[in-house]
């Protein structure tokens, strides 16, 4: 299979690799160093105790120069916004230089030992300038040098001589400051917040008392400060990035101006989600468990609001007239067309929905687990006949093969998982308290692992994002196609959805071989079932529920 | 219009990356910076406090409502301690929530094609 991908889009991909590569060694190196300690100590120590500050400058100022790239290395004549050449010839997939690559590696070495001189305990001896100077120049040649691996020499030299990286440079700055400056607003966001939930409360409790004052406020006997963190800001930032990138990459399908008004609209949404959230919070606390209000409402109620409005806004966008171009005559008929992506994403996506809902109101067991299997099963159940190509060889070629691999999957995984005394302590209790509730939840939980949750996230994983990633028309992509770069993305996009994310990534590229080895998405499901079929025999036959659970 | 989208959508990509959460050294960095914020914050709480404005309802709310454990304080009452600090964020329900948007989106924006039977 040829990939189709416009010229254009393949640009993004070494500079997209540059970024996310630089964003991890960042993370890696502001993990493990604080810059903080240094403080303690005066003159020009104590001031590099403040680099940490700066860092979103980075950040923000590379973003800025990697949006604003496209102005600089390909000028587009055409007045259409993202006019894209309809025939571009497909180039050659690019390769990083590895030698460079090398060398880069060498140096981030280097820079992160360097790093741990400055940073990692108290004053090193000389200049902390000379060392700041060092520092700096090493982590600017990190980046020149990670930056030549992927991109071309000539287009990194366009770039640098043009005239549209000192405008990014001068955005990026502009909005670091500006972004500091909102900080302001941070206590008067939160006393409007706080209003507006002590508003949302009122009729329906009578006790609600807030204190603009001290930000608090108070249901019963439960009370919580709304701290500056909690105001909403940060939800109307990252609406804010997902909505303007959703406008941006669907800007073709959609009518302008009016889909700018799409903003507002989805950054009002996230701080009254907010205040939504909050006033979620005080219910649960006062009238259930503050502690389950504390430990899972809090954490996971922001998540299951941010989703729930950036995709009703993409929705939206895609499906209102308002919004939407009108579309080509081949698509007017919605009754001849089909989704492909839908079938094999839908089920999934409501497994992970409804394992946040539930999560928002568990602490060590999820008793809502039922509605974990009842929801995907029913989803699985409506959209049956798109997976009729599936179906027609649905026994698994080599179900040894997938079992032995599902087995060996399984066994490191029990094996490197630790132990939770306080989940074990819980299922003993609900065992002991309520043997007849609990093997109900168990039957359940049983059928969940060993059958939905690896159908559904096989079919969403390997089924579609493995041959999506190797071709946008991932329906002509044979299950024995797939690429480093497909299985690499894949199976860390399957990490994303399990707590321990190595083992995840791990297990994720397991099954994906066993697809492209056998040819059959159901030997990838066999041996995903397989692996959480063992770790659940394992589990309940030691007691050692936290394995599992 | 369009020339101006193409420099407005950037920008305003960056202007909403800053206002996004940032690691947590990073944040508590541009936390110090502005410290003297911070302190004003500080103590308008503490003279809240101070003025125990709260003292009827601290009357009329049973002390002993509020677990120790959920963290009111030293002594339970109610007031009269910092609120519990909790984590704002849940990392698997960040990396859950991920999986979900992205794979929302790609669902609702899925290319369309016609069905084999209408060909």
Partial sequence: VTPAVPQRRRQWRPWLAVGSLLLVEYLLISLRFDAYSLRSYGGAWGALGYVGAFAPAGVVIAASLWLFRRQAVSPVASGELGALPALAPVPEAFRPRWSLLAIHALLVAGFFALTGHIFGGGPAAGSAALWFILWSALGAFCAFTLTVAFVDLSEVRRWAWSGVHLLALAVGAIAWLAGNWTVEFWIPLSRATLGVVAALLRPFFADVVSDPAALSLALGGFKVTIAPQCSGFEGMGLITVLTVAFIAVRRRGLRFPRALLLLPVAIIAAWVGNALRIAGLMVVGATLDPELAYEAFHSKAGWVAFCAIALSIAAVAERHSFFRRAPSAELEVELETENPSAAYLLPCLLLLGSALVTGMFAREIDWFYPLRVVGPLLALYLLRKNYADLLRNAAPARPVLALAVGAAVGIAWYLTDPLDPEVDRAVGHALASSPAGFGVWLGFRVVGAVLVVPICEELAFRGFLLRWLVNRDFTAVSFRTATPWAVLISSAAFALVHERWLAGALAGAAYALVQVRTGRLSDAIVAHAGSNALIAIWAIASGEWSHWV | ?119
């Fill in chain 2, 1 to 119: 219009m369009t020339k101006a989208l193409k420099f407005l959508i950037p920008s305003l990509l960056v202007a909403g990356l800053v206002v996004s959460p940032k690691d947590a050294q990073a944040t508590r960095d541009t936390e110090a910076l502005k410290e003297n914020k911070f302190q004003a914050f500080k103590e308008n709480k503490f003279k809240a406090f101070k003025e125990d404005k709260f003292k009827d309802i601290k009357r009329s709310r049973a002390p002993e409502r509020i677990a120790p454990s959920a963290g009111f304080g030293d002594d339970g009452g109610f007031w009269t301690g910092q609120s519990k600090q909790v984590p704002e964020l849940s990392s698997s329900a960040a990396g859950a929530s991920l999986a979900l948007l992205a794979g929302g989106l790609l669902a609702i924006s899925g290319r369309r094609r016609r069905k084999a039977d209408s060909r």
